[in-house]
């Protein structure tokens, strides 16, 4: 009933491309909650255990995703909306929010999408998550002005030096490249619920983030929800954004003065977990739990924190940077995949610590 109110909502006060959009992620929650497919977990057993096996499936979707965005961002308007990738300029913002975002995953139980899939599947601890990442985001974006007056280059976008069939083909080589070296080593064990395989969701998901590019004029992305949901926020507490140079650019300031469900990627998220619990819910495995234990609520505040904070410094989470903007053709989705890493190290060595031993 709430996703038909939703829906309907949408349509009359956005039109059908919101309509559109909306649907997509009700299917994108849908895939993830049925494959699992994540970073949070396979990153993890990469740094731990060097369990390279577990990059395979979100190398397949990247691949995927590259492949399909080629053609769109080439032509740079479908059915007359025009078409951008998601880039951004590579500098040490992008190292150190990529970093930051790594402690605050593991910490956190889930990245940007995962969070939200998380909750749709009965997580109730997602909501602290959730909640910090908001505050997290939106304290970063009081802070840009700094973190962009630090060093960095231009944006670099591959498939406009190169072209952008050439750009793909070599994302493309490089990934399967690290595809194939990622098999060389065994698996290590498991435990997982899917219901579908991962190879399914990354491609599911793939075409997905296409038809996101096509309706929305953007990629998928997550995180700049959490930002703008907590400017929201803020305003109802007395917060006012004259004095906050992010927040007076065009669309920071439209999107703030907008209906939540106007934005783009607003809607998507709360659509992602709509479907993401409605899939759970028809495959039996929606429950609720809480986990309130001491540990675990500090982890969940102080991993929603810096994750907000990261991914808004950043310009991205996992899903905009690392997926979106390494299939863009973007550096700075290479370097935020690389600086992730040893935040994610560190993230999983801490969690013992909030967690207990069997964490790891």
Not at 194 to 200: D, N, Q
Request: overall charge positive; aromatic content about 10%; hydrophobic content about 60%.
């Amino acid at each position: 009933m709430l996703v038909c109110l939703l829906g309907f909502s949408t349509l009359n006060g956005s039109g059908l491309r919101h309509f559109a959009l909306f649907g997509a992620s009700l299917l994108m929650g849908a895939v993830l909650v049925l494959t699992e497919i994540g970073f949070t977990t396979c990153l993890r057993r990469l740094v731990l255990s060097f369990d390279t096996r577990a990059l395979r499936a979100p190398l397949v979707l990247i691949g995927a995703t590259t492949l399909l965005f080629a053609p769109l961002l080439y032509m740079g308007e479908v059915f007359g909306q025009a078409l951008g990738p998601a880039a951004a300029p590579v500098g040490v913002q992008v190292v150190v929010g990529a970093l930051l975002f790594g402690v605050g995953m593991q910490l956190g139980g889930g990245c940007g999408s995962g969070t939200l899939y998380s909750l749709g599947g009965g997580n109730g601890r997602m909501l602290l998550v959730i909640v910090a990442f908001c505050a997290g985001s939106f304290g970063a974006s009081l802070q840009m002005g700094w973190w962009q007056s630090l060093p960095s280059m231009d944006t670099v976008l591959l498939g406009q030096v190169l072209g952008w069939w050439p750009a793909a083909l070599l994302q493309l080589v490089l990934l399967a490249t690290l595809w194939w070296l990622a098999g060389l080593r065994p698996a290590v064990a498991q435990d997982s619920r899917a219901v579908w395989p991962l190879w399914f969701g990354a491609l599911a998901l793939a075409l997905l983030n296409m038809a996101t590019l096509a309706l929305a004029g953007h990629p998928w992305s997550i995180t700049w929800a959490y930002a703008l949901l907590g400017a929201k926020v803020a305003t109802l507490l007395g917060w006012s954004p004259a004095g906050a140079p992010f927040w007076q650019a065009p669309f920071q300031s439209a999107a703030l003065a907008n209906d939540l469900l106007q934005d783009v990627t607003s809607l998507m998220d709360i659509g992602l977990v709509l479907g993401a619990c409605g899939a759970a819910l028809a495959a039996g495995r929606w429950a609720l739990r809480w986990d309130l234990r001491p540990g675990a609520v500090i982890a969940a505040i102080l991993g929603g924190l810096l994750m907000g904070y990261g991914a808004r410094i950043a310009f991205g989470c996992t899903i905009g940077a690392l997926v979106s903007g390494i299939a863009s053709t973007s550096l700075h989705g290479w370097l935020w995949f690389v600086a992730v890493l040893p935040g994610v190290w560190l993230g999983a060595r801490l969690r013992p610590f909030f967690f207990g031993r069997a964490a790891q």
